[in-house]
Nanobody
Framework: QVQLVESGGGLVQPGGSLRLSCAAS??????IGWFRQAPGKEREGILC????????PYADSVKGRFTISRDNAKNTVYLQMNNLKPEDTAVYYC???????????????????WGQGTQVTVSS
């Protein structure tokens, strides 16, 4: 089973950037998704990346600002977040599907393994 560990979260000012990392063990080219959950809100899918590197966007609110990438040699998936806004404040999670491919919708139930999450706070 894939085990995931997120890192790279922190406090950043509006307009700033962060890059989150998702390090995986037992990596077998699973599709990996990034999700986030703000206090009092449901978990929201952001982006998913297939084993071959193709990405599937889930959240309109991050289009043009967030990108997903992966380095299979390092067993790591990244979430580059630019032009951060206060509404991006949340705990960010990466998750692995049991497939090489992303689905067209961000159903958390489609993802088998989850990291512990990393906090991102956007505030001046």
């Amino acid at each position: 089973q894939v085990q995931l560990v997120e890192s790279g979260g922190g406090l950043v000012q509006p307009g700033g950037s962060l890059r989150l990392s998702c390090a995986a063990s037992g990596f077998t080219y699973n599709a990996i998704g990034w999700f986030r959950q703000a206090p009092g809100k449901e978990r929201e899918g952001i982006l998913c990346i297939s084993w071959s590197g193709g990405s599937t966007p889930y959240a309109d609110s991050v289009k043009g600002r967030f990108t997903i990438s992966r380095d299979n040699a390092k067993n790591t998936v990244y979430l580059q977040m630019n032009n951060l806004k206060p509404e991006d404040t949340a705990v960010y999670y990466c998750a692995a599907r049991g497939s090489r491919w992303c689905m067209g919708n961000a159903n958390p139930g489609d993802f088998r393994s989850w990291g512990q999450g990393t906090q991102v706070t956007v505030s001046s």
